[in-house]
C-alpha cells in the first residue's frame, strides 16, 4: 500500500491529528490496520470497532492493540450486543480521556448512528467525520434532510477515483472471489442474477460475464437499467428473474430485495449471495420459514435451506457482505486508494471543520486528484498537464479569432 505509507511519512512530519481522538468502525483487517497506523503517525490516539461481526481478523486486532496503540474493541464473530457494545466502547474508551472523539471514520453509518442516539452527550465535543460506504452516505443524507446530524460528514465513498477504484473494480472482484471460494461453482454457463446496478453492481455484473456467465441486471431505476442495456446485460423484474437465475447477487443498499416470494420459485441449487454492507437485503427470515430443515456449513460460510418440495437454497455467509466473510474483501492495491483520499480528507477535516455546517460534504475535488496522481505516480504513469493557453481557452467565453 505505497500511497497509505507514503500518506504515513507525510503525516508523521506534519502531525495533522496531533492532539485528537479518532474513533473508527472499520472492517478489522490488515488494510485498514495501515490506515490505522497513519492515523497515529499523525499525532491521534485512535480506537477501532468492527464494521461487520464477520469481518475481523483477529490477528490483526491483537496486533494493532499490543504492537501499534491502537484501542480495539472487536473479535470476530461477536453477536449483535456485542457489536454494538464494541461500537460504543470505541466511542468512550480511555485513550479518549473519556470525553469522546474529535473525529470518526464510519463504514455503513452504525458508529454516527450509536453516537447520536445513545451517546448524545459525546456529540459536543466532535468536529467531524468521514463516510466510507454508499449505505452510510445514504444514512447520513435521511439525518440531514431530518435535522439530526449533529456534525460535517465528509463523503468519502462518492469521490470519482474511489466509485471507479473501489466500489467497481474493488467490489467486482472480491465479490465474485468470495462466492468462488464460498461455492467452488465453474461461474462459466451459468445465469447469474445481479440486483442493482450502481458502481458495486456494474463492477460485479462486468466481471461475472468475463468469467462466462450470463448475467441478467434487475433495477428499480430507469437511468441505471438504460445503462445495464447499453452494455449489453438483460434487465428484467426480479420477478421474472427469480426462476431464471442459478446465481443471485444483491447490491442494492436496501432491504428484503430477493423475498419469500421470488425463493419460492427459484431453481434447486440456487445461490444467494449479498454484495451490500447491511445483512437485509436478503430476507433471510423468510428463507428460514420457507425451510423444514437447515443444513448449517454444507461448505465454509455455505448453509443449505432445505424446502417442502425437495429444492435446496444456499445461502452464502448467513447474507451478509460475501466479499469480506468469505474472502478478504478488496485487493490491499484497492484500499490504498480508498484509505489514502479517506486520510486526506480527515486531515483536511481537522483543520477546516469549524468552517463547515452539520451536513454531509463532498470530498474537495483537489484532493481525489491528489490521491489519483499518487497513485499512477507509485505504478510509474505520467500523464499530460495543460498549457497556460489551454487553461485560458478553457476558463474563456469568447470565441477565438
Known sequence: MPLLRGLARRFGAERPFEGLTVS?????????????????????????????????????????????GVSVFARAGEDRRTYYEHIALALRCAAHGGHGPDLVIDDGGDLVNTLHTELAELLPGVRGGCESTTTGVLRLRRMAAEGALAFPVIAANDTAAKRLVDNTRGTGQSVIDGLLRASGILLAGKTVVVTGFGACGVGIAECARGLGAGVIVTEVDPVRALDAVLRGFRVLPLAEAAPLGEVFITATGTAEVIGAAHMAVMRDGAILANAGHFDAEIDVRALAGLAVAVHPDVRPHVDAYELG?????????????????AAEGHPPEVMDLAFGIEALALAWLAGNAGKLSPDVHPVPADLDAEAARLVLAGTGTSIDTLTPAQQSYLASWHLGS
Open 24 to 68: 473508527a468502525c472499520l472492517h478489522v483487517t490488515a488494510e485498514t490496520a495501515m490506515l490505522a497506523r497513519l492515523l497515529r503517525a499523525g499525532g491521534a490516539a485512535v480506537s477501532l470497532a468492527a464494521s461487520n461481526p464477520l469481518s475481523t481478523q483477529d490477528d490483526i486486532a491483537a496486533a494493532l492493540a499490543v504492537r501499534h
Open 309 to 325: 418440495d425437495g429444492r435446496r437454497l444456499l445461502l452464502l455467509a448467513e447474507g451478509r457482505v460475501v466479499n469480506l466473510v
